[in-house]
C-alpha cells in the first residue's frame, strides 16, 4: 500500500530560488532509498514562495527508516531557506 508524505513549505523572501535548490537536493537523496516509489516537487503558480513536497512511500515504517540514514546536512539549506516550520502530514491513496 503507498503512502504519501506531503509537505507545504514557504521560502523566506528572496530565498525562493535557494529553496528549490535546496528541494532539488533532497529529491536527488530520497528518490533511491528502499521504500521510495517516488517524488514531486512544485510551486505555487500565484505564489513563487510556496512549494509543495510529495514523497510516494511502500508504508509509513519505510518513511520513517529513511529519514534516519539521511545526512542530516542536506537539510541545512532547506532549512536557512525556509520562512517556518514546513507543514507535514501522511496521506492514503484512495485513487491514483
Not at 40 to 59: C, Y
Request: glycine share 6%.
Amino acid at each position: 500500500m503507498t503512502i504519501a508524505r506531503y509537505y507545504v513549505m514557504h521560502a523566506k523572501e528572496g530565498m525562493s530560488a535557494a529553496l528549490e535548490t535546496a528541494l532539488r537536493a533532497v529529491t536527488d537523496a530520497v528518490r533511491p532509498l528502499a521504500g521510495c516509489e517516488g517524488v514531486e516537487l512544485m510551486r505555487d503558480i500565484g505564489n513563487e514562495r510556496r512549494f509543495v513536497f510529495i514523497e510516494q512511500w511502500a508504508d509509513v515504517d519505510a518513511h520513517k527508516a529513511a529519514v534516519e540514514i539521511l545526512d542530516k546536512a542536506l537539510f541545512a539549506p532547506m532549512l536557512a531557506a525556509l520562512d517556518g516550520p514546513p507543514d507535514g502530514l501522511y496521506l492514503d491513496y484512495l485513487i491514483r
